[in-house]
Every structure is written in structure tokens, then in C-alpha cells.
């Protein structure tokens, strides 16, 4: 064991902005033991349900992991925990070591790499695949490792976030449980005291993803680390109150995904996402769960760590009726709910920007620099040096100037006047509007936050294959980075939906910022002609087809294709200002593409500078307008204020007491405050 003293020890590695969480590898160097798996045999695609039963779909994925190979990302090494449930080796046990040295050096995203070690030290321990030496060297690293901010030592790990928090406090709760009686080498605290310190924690964080849903919200990204630490607290933690209150958020986690996915592609308006996903699904990170849990997806071995947790998972079952939620398929579905909190909202969750831990709760919507939020997030800095963590440089070169303005009270001031800039991060409350049939899905976040800088939000989507979708943004930067060409936004703009209609507004902001100034007046939509099987263009007018779902895609002012590009998938129009159209259908509804193509040539299209008005044979009068309601054959819409859930299978306000749900003869009840998680049946 290590000695049990409190360090202060310096973390400092290469910084980079991520692009996607496959940027992070384990350094293994050791090659594989003879016998491993030396190539990747690829999975297939399947948008029907592959096998009837669970235990046939976990069987398939606990084989397929068992014939490849770890791959060196920080999630790679996840396949080793399969040999181990499987008792099948030769397990690569350097994989495992680096997967320690790597927390062991606390590099950003350490937290993912420990939920799989602590895995391993509770269901793996004895096996006899793994020698002493190693179980050692996991023990040794759970002692040692930083926690939470407010333990000693300077590093650039991100503990803030949403995802992040919970992944944190699952890994100390559940290390202070394995070495209870034990002093923890960073903290000087024992298990115990290391319970206790993350307890609370826990479960506010529980209690305000049940009643608030997820900031990080319908994140085909970061659900999969939420998911993996909320399988380890069920599956481990001793107490039942904690662990029931996981179960139950899991569940509304899992519901999400069955909502919002088509044909197992986690494909709607996301909180959080990065260029690649957004144009495939098929490298999505909970795409591997989906076909795991709802038989749709691909194994995809690329981002993934939810699905080996759950394959292997001790306790945990699935309630049947989300199986049958993520599967049915009727003419029509609309899901509207709504996540997140609002920054002028605190008290009615019990939050005070007069405490550190609230404001750490803050800081999971990201909310940095937000006027209400930005002289307690200065303070936090301060408390927990974080003017030396990387992903704070651009504070940290702002320095003097930050400590005039909070000496002189002006900071609130400076924060409120380039808000639109500097809070671009930060992930209020959103409302969610998701239409499908049984030939695409489209999906927006309404009327989210216009005319804001965007971070690595998505807010509006067209999916007709895993490939064969559509989406508009304002690009913030040429470069593949959170405000970049197809990741975040410049600028968010206006978004509203009606059924199978989208409008987006865009009106680019020319206002210098203090952390980006827009130097790309165009916006852009990602329309892949090779991933289609028709295209066809007039008036003004795309059109594509896929299967038997057709987009049409129209914009204020004529677009280009971007001949740059070695493929056809891109369409721009030059300008500050512009609205962009989307319309879906499909052949069940439109009859043929010709003759969808012709509905919508019937369409009559007037604009007003940042206002349209759209005749639609199919859906009548819609009007909309960057300061105008959003009406339908002369009703206003109400784009704000939707329930925690509607839709056919729930209707839960929000916040809601209980959370009921059903779908062909099955049912799940879920009702936090009283830890009650009950199903009729389970996969």
C-alpha cells in the first residue's frame, strides 16, 4: 500500500481541445499475450430488432467483444472486463496496467478510465485470470487518486460537468466503500469520511437529474458515462436509498434514448455532441448500448463502455416496456419534454450561489461566466487553484484584469454585457419537440437560446438512415473545435417545430466577444448526396430520398454547394442572416418521391427579412419570425414551459412527483422521493 500521507503533487501534461472522447488513448506497451485477437472483425448495422430476447443479444455482444481486440482509447480496455465475466482468456493485462498509469497521472477524462477499475476490484478481484501484482497496483491507484477539486494536488482533469460529477462521486463513494477503514493517500480522509463526503452529493445530483433531466440533455455522447456509473451504483453500492435512486434515474436515461432514437440511432437535438457523430451514427457512444438494449445499432467498438457495463452488469435489469417504447412503430409518434434548470430559477431547486457546492451544481450546466454565476465561480477558483488547470488558460491570462473587476464590483457588470459571447457553454433549461414514423425522425431543441454563441450544442435534426441526415448550423471557426465548422455554432439560432417541419433562423451576430469573434458570416447544412439514394434539385429547392423517407431543404437566400469538399455534402449561403426550411416525408404519407417533390413545389414560400410564412398543402398556415410567435393556421405554438414528459406512453410534469409509463400491455412507475422503481416485467 501507498503511505498514507496527504500530497501536493503537480499534474501538468499537453492540453488539447478534444474532438471527440476516441482523441484519448491508454500508452499500452506491452504487446498482447499470445492468443489474443489480432484484427477487428467489424459488426453490421441492423435497424429491426436482431434477436427477441436480451439474453440472446447479450450472448452475441459478450462473443463479439470476446473475438476482438482492446483498442488503445481510454475505453478500450472495457473488453478485458469481458474476458474476466467470461472467464476466457488471454486477458491483455498491460491494457489494464496502462488503463492505471493513465489515472495514475490524472490526465483529463481519468474519472472514465477509473469507472471500469472499479469495476474490476469489485466483481473481478478473484479471478484467476488476473494475478496479485495487479489487483495491487488497482487498490494502490484508488488510494491515491484526487476526487473531487477540493482534495490537494494540481492537475487539468475536468470535474465539473455534468457527466463528470457523477462520475466522480460514483468513483468515491464506491472506493471509500472498498477500503472503508483506510486513509486515503491525496485526501488524508478514510473510506468512510470519503462516503460521506460524496454522499450528498450523489444524491442532489440524482434528485435533480429525476426532477430536471440532464443538461448534458439527450447527449448521444456523454449518456454513456452516465449510464456506466449509474450501473456501478446499483450493481455496488451497500446503500439502498442510493441505489435505488440510480436505478430509477438510469431508467429516465434509458427512456430518453427509446424516445428519442430511430432505428437505434441516438439521432435528435443534443446538449452535447461532436462533428463525426452528428453526421454518423454509427460511431455514436450509445449506439452499441442501443442494439444491446433495444436490438437496433451496431457494435460499433469505437466509444463505448455503457454496453460492457450493462452485459455484465450483477443487478441491474431493464423494465421491458422501454424495450418496447425504443421499438414500436406506429404512424406517428411526438415526444415533447423538457431539461434543465434556469440560472433565475435557483431557489425552486434549494440552490444558493452562497455555496460552493451549490455552485459546483452550477457548473454542471456550465455556467462559468454567467452574470448570476461568475463572482462564485471566481471564488471556487481561488479555493481550488483551478488559475492552473488548462481548461481555465483563457481565465488565467486574464488574471489582473478579473481581479480589478471583482475588487471593483464591475465583474457581473462586464459578464452581462458580452453575455451572448462568454456564457455560450452554459446549458439552460431547453424544451424538446421530437417527431417520428416508421421512416425518419426530425428533432429540435425550441427556440433555444437565438442569437447566443454556441459551444457543442446540436440543436436541430433530420435522420433518415444512420448516415442520411440533415442539420444547419452558423459555423463558429474553420477548425474541428467546440464552436467549429460542424461541432458548435458562431451563433445559435431560432428554431421551431411543427410535426415534420423545422425553421431555423439564423441572424449571425456582429458584436466583438471577449472569447470568440465571428469572422464566418455564412451558415451551412450538411446534406451527404452519397449517403442518399436520390437527390433532385429545383427552385430553389434539395430533395432527397432515402428508403421511404424523403427531406426537402430550402433556404431564405440561394445556396452553393461547397465545391471545396472531395464529396457533395455540403450546401451554403453566403450572409449574415438567413432562414433555412426542412420538410419530411415519407411514402406512406406522400405516396412517391415525385410526388413528394411536387407537394412541396406547391408550397408557397414568402419572406421578410428575418420572417416566413410558409402554405403548406400538408400542414396549412405556418408562420415565424426571429421576434414573432410561431402560429399554425392562426394559433399561436407555446415553444416553452412543455412537461417533464408527453407523449403517447407519459405525461409527467415538471417537476414531476411520479414518472408512469406504458407501451403494449407493459409498464414501469417511477417515484423518487418514496425510492420506488417497479415494472410489470424486465428484459
Known amino acids: 500500500m501507498l503511505n498514507n500521507t496527504s500530497t501536493n503533487m503537480i499534474f501538468k501534461h499537453e492540453f488539447f481541445e478534444t474532438t471527440s472522447v476516441t482523441d484519448f488513448l491508454l500508452k499500452i506497451k506491452e504487446n498482447p499475450p499470445e492468443g489474443y485477437p489480432d484484427k477487428t472483425i467489424p459488426d453490421t448495422y441492423t435497424d429491426k430488432p436482431f434477436l427477441p430476447t436480451f439474453q440472446e443479444r447479450k450472448d452475441y455482444f459478450l462473443n463479439y467483444c470476446l473475438m476482438n481486440p482492446a483498442k488503445f482509447t481510454i475505453k478500450g480496455y472495457y473488453y478485458e472486463l469481458v474476458r474476466l465475466y467470461k472467464n476466457k482468456g488471454p486477458v491483455y493485462i498491460s491494457a489494464i496496467k496502462s488503463a492505471l498509469d493513465y489515472i495514475n497521472e490524472r490526465y483529463d477524462c481519468s474519472d472514465f478510465v477509473m469507472l471500469g477499475i472499479i469495476r474490476l476490484l469489485y466483481q473481478f478481484k478473484d479471478n484467476q485470470l488476473l494475478d496479485s501484482i495487479i489487483i495491487e497496483y488497482a487498490e494502490n491507484t484508488l488510494l491515491q487518486f484526487k476526487y473531487w477539486p477540493d482534495e490537494p494536488g494540481i492537475d487539468s482533469m475536468c470535474t465539473w460537468t455534468e457527466n463528470h460529477q457523477i462520475m466522480f462521486l460514483s468513483n468515491e463513494y464506491l472506493a471509500g466503500q472498498y477500503f472503508p477503514d483506510t486513509i486515503f493517500n491525496n485526501s488524508g480522509m478514510t473510506g468512510m469520511q470519503k462516503m460521506e463526503h460524496a454522499r450528498k452529493r450523489i444524491l442532489q445530483w440524482l434528485e435533480l437529474r429525476f426532477k430536471t433531466g440532464f443538461s448534458e440533455w439527450l447527449s448521444h455522447i456523454y449518456y454513456d458515462e452516465d449510464i456506466t456509473a449509474l450501473v456501478n451504483i446499483v450493481d455496488f453500492c451497500n446503500d439502498l436509498i442510493i441505489s435505488k435512486k440510480a436505478e430509477i ?33 454509427l460511431c455514436e457512444s450509445t449506439i452499441d448500448t442501443a442494439k444491446l438494449l433495444f436490438g437496433m445499432g451496431i457494435f460499433s467498438n469505437a466509444d463505448n463502455m455503457s454496453a460492457v457495463t450493462l452485459a455484465i452488469s450483477t443487478k441491474y435489469r431493464m423494465p421491458k416496456v422501454l424495450y418496447n417504447v425504443a421499438c414500436d412503430t406506429p404512424e406517428e409518434i411526438i415526444n415533447k419534454q423538457r431539461m434543465g434548470l434556469k440560472l433565475n430559477e435557483l431557489k425552486k431547486w434549494g440552490l444558493s450561489i452562497n455555496n460552493p457546492d451549490d455552485v459546483m451544481v452550477l457548473l454542471s450546466l456550465e455556467a462559468y461566466t454567467h452574470p448570476k454565476t461568475i463572482n462564485a465561480t471566481m471564488k471556487l477558483f481561488d479555493t481550488f487553484n483551478w488559475w492552473e488547470n488548462n481548461f481555465f488558460s483563457m481565465f488565467k491570462s486574464k488574471r489582473n484584469f478579473l481581479s480589478i473587476a471583482r475588487r471593483i464590483k464591475m465583474l457581473p457588470v462586464i459578464a452581462k454585457i458580452f453575455e ?264
Open 249 to 281: 434515474v438510469l431508467n429516465c436515461l434509458l427512456y430518453d434514448i427509446a424516445l428519442n432514437s430511430f432505428k437505434g440511432c441516438f439521432s435528435s437535438t443534443h446538449g452535447r455532441s461532436y462533428a463525426n457523430e452528428k453526421r454518423s451514427a
Open 420 to 683: 451572448k459571447d462568454i456564457t455560450r457553454n452554459t446549458r439552460e433549461e431547453v424544451n424538446i419537440y421530437t417527431y417520428k414514423t416508421p421512416d425518419y425522425m426530425l428533432s429540435c431543441a425550441q427556440d433555444y437560446r437565438k442569437g447566443y454563441g454556441g459551444d457543442q450544442q446540436h440543436i436541430w435534426q433530420a435522420t433518415l438512415g444512420p448516415e442520411a441526415v440533415c442539420f444547419t448550423t452558423h459555423p463558429g471557426s474553420y477548425e474541428n473545435t467546440s464552436t467549429g465548422y460542424w461541432v458548435g455554432s458562431g451563433t445559435l439560432p431560432r428554431v421551431a417545430q411543427i410535426k415534420n417541419l423545422v425553421i431555423a433562423i439564423y441572424k449571425i451576430s456582429t458584436m466583438p466577444g471577449l472569447y470568440k469573434t465571428n469572422k464566418l458570416f455564412f451558415t451551412h447544412a450538411w446534406f451527404p448526396a452519397n449517403k442518399f439514394d436520390t437527390i433532385h434539385e429545383q427552385n430553389g429547392w434539395a430533395f432527397a430520398q432515402k428508403g421511404n423517407a424523403y427531406i426537402a431543404l430550402y433556404s431564405q437566400y440561394p445556396y452553393r454547394w461547397n465545391t471545396a469538399s472531395s464529396e457533395k455534402n455540403e450546401l451554403i449561403t453566403d450572409g449574415k442572416e438567413n432562414i433555412w426550411i426542412c420538410q419530411m416525408g415519407d411514402r406512406a404519407t406522400d405516396g412517391s418521391f415525385d410526388s413528394f417533390i411536387s407537394s412541396m413545389l406547391r408550397t408557397k414560400v414568402y419572406f421578410r427579412k428575418l420572417k416566413v410564412h410558409i402554405i403548406s398543402p400538408s400542414l396549412g398556415n405556418i408562420s415565424f419570425g426571429w421576434t414573432d410567435p410561431l402560429k399554425h393556421n392562426g394559433k399561436s405554438i407555446d415553444l416553452s414551459n412543455y412537461k417533464r414528459y408527453e407523449n403517447p406512453y407519459s405525461s409527467a410534469d415538471f417537476p414531476p412527483d411520479e414518472i408512469a409509463i406504458t407501451c403494449n400491455d407493459s409498464w414501469l412507475k417511477l417515484d423518487f422521493e418514496r425510492g420506488i422503481c417497479k415494472a410489470d416485467t424486465f428484459v
